[in-house]
């Protein structure tokens, strides 16, 4: 099992490698990794009919429960667990970021048309876009973990693997402001659903 899941990984890397130049910059990259780690949570909370409810906002519906927060926020692999390893890894004399705060700011904004993740962009209007992401991997994605629990787990270790790679790259000053960025997006979208 162990191999499966380092060779589908491994897929994924090339994916991204290889489709690299399609995202306008690096921070954007880093991102819209974050996005899709978010998403795999909600995709794997709704495949395994976990907790959740749909909650309507500005004529939405949007994904909120203890399914996606248990990918998100509480198992031992959930996306938060690992980024905070992560983060104290690379950056052992600075604090994590406060991502209750952040998850609180992203709750009360859901469906606010001129809400910015971390000032940057709209997430509503990125979605598209990490949908169609999604889509393109979500072949490999399911290879990687027969049951969709492992989905996020794949996607945040694809998440780690490119943050090595930029802080070897880029250094670690960019890459430690953009920590929120990452948390606040995946957060956002984990409660983003297609809609026809």
């Known amino acids: 099992m162990e191999n499966i899941f380092i060779v589908q990984k491994s897929f994924l890397l090339d994916y991204f490698n290889e489709n690299s130049s399609s995202f306008p910059d690096k921070k954007e990259f880093m991102i819209t990794l974050g996005a899709l780690c978010g998403y795999a949570c909600q995709a794997a909370a709704r495949l395994e009919q976990k907790g959740y409810l749909l909650v309507k906002a500005a004529g939405k519906n949007y994904f909120f429960g203890d399914g996606v927060n248990y990918y998100l926020l509480e198992s031992s692999n959930s996306f938060i667990t690992l980024m905070k390893k992560k983060f104290e890894s690379m950056f052992k004399n600075n604090d994590f970021p406060d991502f209750v705060k952040i998850l ?93």
Do not use: R
Not at 118 to 130: A, D, Q, S, V
Not at 183 to 191: G, L, P, R
């Open 104 to 196: 609180k700011n992203v709750a009360s904004n859901i469906g606010n048309k001129n809400y910015k993740i971390n000032g940057l962009f709209n997430p509503e209007e990125k979605f598209p876009y990490y949908l169609k992401v999604w889509n393109d991997i979500f072949d490999i994605v399911k290879k990687s973990s027969n049951k969709p629990e492992g989905w996020p787990v794949v996607l945040t270790l694809v998440l780690d693997h490119f943050m090595n790679v930029f802080f070897v790259c880029f250094g670690g000053k960019e890459l430690i402001t953009l920590f929120p960025a990452i948390i606040e997006n995946a957060f956002y979208i984990s409660k983003m659903i297609e809609e026809d």
